[in-house]
C-alpha cells in the first residue's frame, strides 16, 4: 500500500504514530548517557612480570624475549611491544580492532602456562590487565590546610576515598601527596651482631610475632566458646619487647638491637597544588561507565564531604574532564538548534507561506527524536559524534520534506485540489527523494566497514545521520503529505516579476549552455584540473585531527639521570612560579616531583599540569600562552622543561597515548650504536620548523653502585644468589616484616639498617649474610663493588630493541615536518640490522587516510549501484555522478581560502558530499525522465524540467548548507573536531548545485543526443 496514500486517508492514525515517536524519544533522551567518545575498548592486553633484583638487561633476556616468542602465535595479533625495566618486564599485545579480547586473554593465559617453567624460579607469575585509555583519572580533586601532611593524607584515606569509592561507576581513587605512617626498625648492626643474629633471622621473627590464628572451639556444660588467641601487637611496646634471642639465659629484646620508631614512609615523590603543599584525590571511573554521569555522582557528595572536614581546610575540584564534555556537548546542541533555525528562515524566505514553513519543520523535531529512540535502543550515548551527526543532518533531514513540499505546493498552485495535490504531488517524487536517501546513506556504509579506531568512533556520527534520514523520509512520505492536504493553503497566483526574471534569465543561461555544449563541459573539466594543480602548489598540510583548545597545559621536567629528589622538587617550584606569574587565565595547577605522568619516571623528572579557565573568558588561546611560556623555561638552569597544549582526548585515543606527536622508531639490537644513530638524527632534525623538543627514549645511563658477586665462592660458601640478594635489599631498602593494626587501619613495619649504618660504600661491603653453620659471611669476603651506569630500560616492538627518536610539533602541519625530516634523512647510512620507521600520530594518520580513501571509492560505487537501480540504466547514473568531482572544486576552495589542513573531519565530510550532491541531480534527471516519457522533445523536457527543479534545488541546497554555519564557525569547546566537516560540506555543496543547474543537464542533453539529427 502507498505510504503517502495510507497517511492521507488516515490523518487521525497518521499523527499518533508520529506521536507516539515523540513520546518514546523524549523517554530515550532522559535515558541517554552523555559522553565525549563512544565507549571504546582498545584491543590490547599487557603482561607484568616482576623479577626483583634483576637489571634490564636480565630482564630482557630471562623473561620478556621469552614472553614475546610465545605470545607472536596467538591469532590476530597486530604487534607487540615491551619494556625491561629494572625489576620488572612489561609487554604489550596489540590485536587487530574487532578481536574478542575475553577470547584472546585464555589464549594468552594458556601460552604462558606453557613457559612458566622456563622463566626464573625466584620471578613472580605474570599477570595480565587490559590497556583502557578511559581508565585516566576523570576527576582531580585537591586537599589543602594548616594540617601536617599525615593528617593530610589521612583524610584523604578516611574520609574521602571510601565515601567516594562506593560510588557507582567509579573503580578506583588514588592519593597522592602527603605522607604515609609507618613502623620503622631501624636495626643497630653492630648490637646485632655482637648476639649473633641476622637481619633476614630478625625479619622471620617478626613475621612470626604478628599472627592472628583461630584457636579452636571449647565445650564446657551447655555452652561453646570460640578461642581466640591475641597474637597482634596492640602497641609499639610490644613490638619493642620481642624477644630476638636468648644469651646465657637472658632474653635480648628488640629494643636492645633495634630503634622501634613511629614515622614516615620514605617521600619519594612531591606533591604541590597551586604552588603549596598538598594532597590530591583522583578519582577514576570504571571501564564502560559514562564519564558524564561518574562525575556528576561523585560532584553531588562533594559538599556533604566538605562539611565533615576540619575548618580551614580547603577541598576542591582542581580539574574535571567531564566539564569540557558537558560544555561540547552543549555548544553541539546550540550550533544544532541554530543550524535547525536557519534553514526554517530560508525555507520561509523561498515559500513566502508560514504554514509550508511550518508544516516542512515538523520534519526535524520527529526525525531527531526517532533518532534518540534508536540511539537507547541500540545502547549507544550523546556524544560529540553522534550529536555532531544530528547537527550534520539538520539540514538534509528537510531535504526529502522540502522536495515533496514543493511538488504538492507547484500541483496546488495550478489548480489542483489539496487531496489529489498531495497524493500526485508526493508520488511524483517519491521514487527520486527514497532513491537520493539512499544514496546519503549508502556513502555512510563503508564507515562501518573502517578497520581501527577511526572506524569505531565514526560508526556513531554514520549510525545518527543513517537513523534521522530514514526517519526523515518517512516524515516526507507519510506526514508532509496528510499535513499538506489538510492544513496547506495555496492561491493561484502570478510568479512575480522579479522570480519570472529569474526563471527567464536561468533559462535564457541554461540554454546557452546547451547551445555551446563543449565550451561548458570543457571549461568544467579545466576548472576541475586548475583546482587540483593549484591544491599541489600550495601544498596543502595533513594531519590526524585538528588541534582542539582544551584549555590544559602540560609540562614535563628532565634533570640529569640521578638527581636528588629535593633538587628537582626545587626546579620544579621555579616552573610552578613562572606559571603562577605569568599566566592569569590560569584555574588551578598541580605538580608531581619525581614522577613522570606518562611512563614511570625517578627522582629526576616531574610532572605539571595547568589548567585555564573557560576559552569564552580568556583573550589568549592556549597555544598563544604555551608559546610565551616556552622561552621562559628555557632559562632555567640544568633542566629540560618540555611543554605543550593538553593532548586532546580524540588525539590521545587515536594517537595510542603515544608520548609525543612526532616518533621515530630506530630498530637494532646494538643500543649504543643505536644512541649514536639516534643522536645523528637529531642533529638533522632539529632545524627543521615547527619541531620542538627533540629528543630520544633512551635516557642517559643511571649512575649505579654494581654488586659483582663471584658465583664460585658464594656456592662454596652455601649461600644461594637470592638469599644473598634479599638481605642486601632487607638492609639497604628494607623489608616489610609485618602489619601493625590500630583503629581498624594497618601500617606496615619496616625493617633495616639505620642509616648510619648503611649510608657509606663501605657500609655496603660489611653487610654480613648469615651462613649454613650460622657464621657471619661479610659481602667483601665473595663479592666487590664497582662504580658505572646501566640503561634504565630497553624498550622493543615486534620482538627488536628499539630507541624512538620523539618530538613535539608547533606551528606546522605534522604531515610537511615527516615529508622534509624524510628529505633530511634519505642519505643516512644505517649498518646492517637497523631500520627506521616513522610511528605515534603519524603511523594512525596514514592507516586512517588509506582507509578513508578505500571508503571513498566504495561509496562511489555503491552510490553508482543505486542510481543505476533507480533509472535502470547504466549511462544516465554518469550524468549526475560527474558531480562528485566537480565538488571537490568547492572542497578545495574551502582548504585554501579557510587555510585548513587535510585531516579526518575533511575526508568524512568528502565521503558525505558523495550521497549529498548527486541529490539534486536525481531529482532533476528523473524530473526530465518522467517528462521525455510525456513525449516532450529533449531540449524541452531539460528546459522545463531543470526549471521545475530549480527551486528545490536551491532551497535543499541552502537549507543544508546554512543549517551547517554554525558548526563550521568553529565557536566554543570542542567545536574544533567538526568544524572542518562543515567547512567541505557547505563549500562542495555551494559548488556542486552551481553544476547541477547548467552542467548536469548540459552533459544530459550531450549524451541522449541534442542537437544531433
Not at 590560569?586 to 619516571?601: D, I, N, P, Q
Not at 623489608?735 to 663501605?762: H, M, N, P
Not at 633530511?824 to 649498518?831: A, Q, T, V
Amino acid at each position: 500500500m502507498n505510504l503517502s496514500n495510507l497517511a492521507v486517508r488516515r490523518p487521525i492514525t497518521t499523527s499518533m504514530f508520529f506521536l507516539a515517536i515523540l513520546i518514546f524519544g523524549s523517554i530515550s533522551l532522559l535515558r541517554l548517557p552523555i559522553d565525549i567518545l563512544p565507549d571504546i575498548t582498545y584491543p590490547a592486553i599487557t603482561i607484568y612480570t616482576e623479577y626483583e633484583g634483576a637489571g634490564p638487561q636480565e630482564v630482557e633476556r630471562l623473561i620478556t624475549e621469552i614472553i614475546e616468542k610465545r605470545v607472536s602465535t596467538i591469532e590476530n595479533v597486530k604487534e607487540i611491544r615491551s619494556t625491561s625495566a629494572e625489576d620488572a618486564s612489561t609487554v604489550t599485545v596489540d590485536f587487530n580492532w574487532g578481536t574478542d579480547l575475553a577470547e584472546a586473554a585464555n589464549d594468552i593465559r594458556e601460552n604462558l602456562d606453557r613457559v612458566r617453567r622456563f622463566l626464573p624460579e625466584d620471578a613472580d607469575d605474570p599477570y595480565l590487565y587490559k590497556y583502557d585509555p578511559s581508565n585516566r583519572p576523570i576527576l582531580f580533586i585537591s586537599l589543602r590546610g594548616p594540617l601536617h601532611p599525615s593528617k593530610l593524607r589521612d583524610l584523604a584515606d578516611d574520609q574521602i576515598k571510601y565515601d567516594i569509592e562506593q560510588i557507582e561507576g567509579v573503580a578506583a581513587v588514588d592519593i597522592w601527596g602527603g605522607l604515609e605512617r609507618e613502623i620503622q626498625v631501624d636495626v643497630n648492626r653492630g648490637k646485632l651482631r655482637s648476639i649473633g643474629l641476622s637481619i633476614d633471622a630478625l625479619v622471620t621473627i617478626l613475621k612470626g610475632e604478628s599472627l592472628s590464628l583461630p584457636g579452636g572451639r571449647l565445650e564446657t556444660g551447655r555452652r561453646e566458646w570460640l578461642i581466640r588467641p591475641l597474637g597482634e601487637f596492640s602497641s609499639l611496646k610490644d613490638i619493642e619487647n620481642i624477644i630476638v634471642a636468648t644469651r646465657q639465659g637472658r632474653p635480648i629484646y628488640l629494643k636492645q638491637v633495634a630503634d622501634v620508631k613511629d614515622g614516615f614512609k620514605e617521600l619519594r615523590r612531591h606533591m604541590r597544588i597551586n604552588g603549596e603543599r598538598g594532597v590530591m584525590v583522583a578519582v577514576r571511573k570504571r571501564s564502560g561507565s559514562n564519564t558524564v554521569q561518574v562525575s556528576n555522582r561523585v560532584l553531588t557528595i562533594l559538599p556533604r564531604l566538605r562539611h565533615d572536614l576540619p575548618e580551614g581546610i580547603t577541598f576542591s575540584v582542581l580539574l574535571d574532564t567531564a566539564d569540557f564534555i558537558r560544555k561540547s556537548i552543549k555548544q553541539v546542541k546550540q550550533v544544532a538548534f541554530i543550524g535547525g533555525i536557519l534553514a526554517i528562515v530560508v525555507l520561509f524566505a523561498f515559500l513566502r507561506n508560514i504554514r509550508s514553513t511550518l508544516i516542512i519543520s515538523a520534519s526535524i523535531p520527529i526525525a531527531i527524536w526517532s533518532t534518540f529512540f534508536l540511539l537507547d535502543r541500540m545502547g549507544l550515548t550523546i556524544n560529540m559524534m553522534s550529536l555532531g551527526g544530528l547537527a550534520l543532518g539538520i539540514g538534509m533531514i528537510l531535504d526529502s520534506s522540502i522536495v515533496v513540499l514543493e511538488n504538492i505546493f507547484r500541483h496546488r498552485e495550478e489548480g489542483r485540489g489539496a487531496i489529489e495535490g498531495a497524493l500526485e504531488g508526493s508520488q511524483e517524487v517519491g521514487m527520486a527523494i527514497t532513491a537520493s536517501t539512499l544514496t546519503t546513506i549508502c556513502v555512510f556504509l563503508p564507515l562501518l566497514f573502517l578497520k581501527g579506531i577511526e572506524g569505531v568512533i565514526f560508526k556513531q556520527m554514520a549510525l545518527t545521520v543513517t537513523f534521522s534520514l530514514v526517519a526523515a523520509l518517512v516524515v516526507a512520505l507519510s506526514l508532509i503529505p496528510m499535513f499538506s492536504s489538510r492544513f496547506l493553503r495555496v492561491e493561484r497566483k502570478d510568479t512575480g516579476a522579479v522570480r519570472a526574471r529569474f526563471y527567464e534569465g536561468y533559462l535564457k543561461g541554461l540554454g546557452w549552455s546547451l547551445t555551446h555544449r563543449k565550451t561548458v563541459l570543457g571549461g568544467s573539466v579545466l576548472l576541475l584540473f586548475l583546482a587540483f594543480w593549484t591544491l599541489q602548489v600550495k601544498g596543502v598540510g595533513t594531519e590526524l585531527l585538528p588541534e582542539i583548545d582544551e584549555g590544559v597545559i602540560n609540562g614535563v621536567i628532565e634533570m640529569p639521570v640521578g638527581t636528588r629528589l629535593d633538587i628537582t622538587d626545587s626546579i620544579t617550584s621555579e616552573a610552578e612560579k613562572i606559571i603562577l606569574s605569568d599566566v592569569p587565565e590560569m584555574e588551578g595547577m598541580f605538580a608531581r616531583s619525581g614522577t613522570h605522568w606518562r611512563r614511570g619516571g625517578g627522582s629526576h623528572m616531574a610532572f605539571f599540569r595547568a589548567h585555564l579557565v573557560d576559552i569564552k573568558d580568556r583573550k589568549r588561546s592556549t597555544k598563544e600562552i604555551v608559546a610565551n611560556l616556552r622561552p621562559k623555561f628555557a632559562n632555567i638552569p640544568d633542566a629540560k622543561v618540555r611543554i605543550s597544549e593538553g593532548r586532546s582526548m580524540y588525539t590521545g585515543i587515536l594517537g595510542g597515548g603515544s608520548e609525543e606527536r612526532l616518533e621515530i622508531d630506530l630498530k637494532g639490537y646494538d643500543l649504543e650504536q643505536g644512541k649514536t644513530i639516534a643522536n645523528e638524527i637529531i642533529h638533522r632534525i632539529k632545524p627543521v620548523e615547527g619541531v620542538i623538543y627533540p629528543r630520544i627514549s633512551l635516557e642517559d645511563n643511571r649512575p649505579e653502585l654494581k654488586i659483582v658477586i663471584d658465583r664460585s665462592k658464594a656456592a662454596t660458601m652455601g649461600l644461594p644468589i637470592s638469599r644473598i640478594l634479599q638481605v642486601i635489599n632487607t638492609n639497604i631498602e628494607g623489608t616489610v616484616a609485618s602489619r601493625y593494626r590500630e583503629g581498624g587501619d594497618e601500617f606496615d613495619i619496616l625493617v633495616r639498617l639505620r642509616e648510619e649504618d648503611r649510608g657509606r660504600l663501605q657500609d655496603v661491603l660489611n653487610i654480613s649474610i648469615n651462613g649454613p653453620g650460622g657464621k657471619d659471611i661479610p659481602l667483601k669476603g665473595f663479592a666487590t663493588i664497582t662504580e658505572g651506569k646501566g640503561p634504565t630500560k630497553i624498550e622493543r616492538r615486534d620482538q627488536e630493541r628499539l630507541i624512538t627518536v620523539m618530538a613535539g610539533i608547533k606551528d606546522r602541519d605534522l604531515g610537511h615536518i615527516v615529508e622534509e625530516i624524510r628529505e633530511r634523512l634519505s642519505d643516512l647510512k644505517l649498518p646492517r640490522n637497523f631500520r627506521l620507521d616513522f610511528a605515534s600520530e603519524y603511523e594512525k594518520q596514514r592507516e586512517a587516510f588509506v582507509g578513508l580513501l578505500f571508503a571513498i571509492i566504495l561509496a562511489i560505487v555503491l552510490v553508482y549501484m543505486v542510481m543505476a537501480s533507480q533509472f535502470e540504466s547504466l549511462t544516465e547514473p554518469f550524468v549526475i555522478m560527474f558531480t562528485i568531482p566537480l565538488a571537490s572544486i568547492g572542497v578545495i576552495i574551502a582548504i585554501l581560502v579557510l587555510r585548513m589542513n587535510v585531516t579526518i573531519p575533511v575526508f568524512i565530510g568528502g565521503v558525505l558530499l558523495i550521497g549529498i550532491v548527486v541529490n539534486n541531480g536525481i531529482v532533476m534527471i528523473d524530473y526530465i525522465n518522467r517528462l521525455r516519457k510525456k513525449e516532450h522533445p529533449l531540449r524541452e523536457a531539460i528546459l522545463i524540467g531543470a526549471k521545475r527543479r530549480l527551486r528545490p534545488i536551491m532551497m535543499t541546497t541552502l537549507t543544508t548548507s546554512l543549517a551547517l554555519v554554525p558548526m563550521a564557525l568553529g565557536v566554543g569547546e570542542g567545536s574544533e573536531i567538526n568544524a572542518p566537516l562543515a567547512r567541505v560540506v557547505i563549500g562542495g555543496m555551494l559548488v556542486s548545485a552551481l553544476f547541477t543547474i547548467f552542467f548536469v543537464p548540459t552533459l544530459y542533453g550531450s549524451i541522449k543526443g541534442i542537437g544531433r539529427k
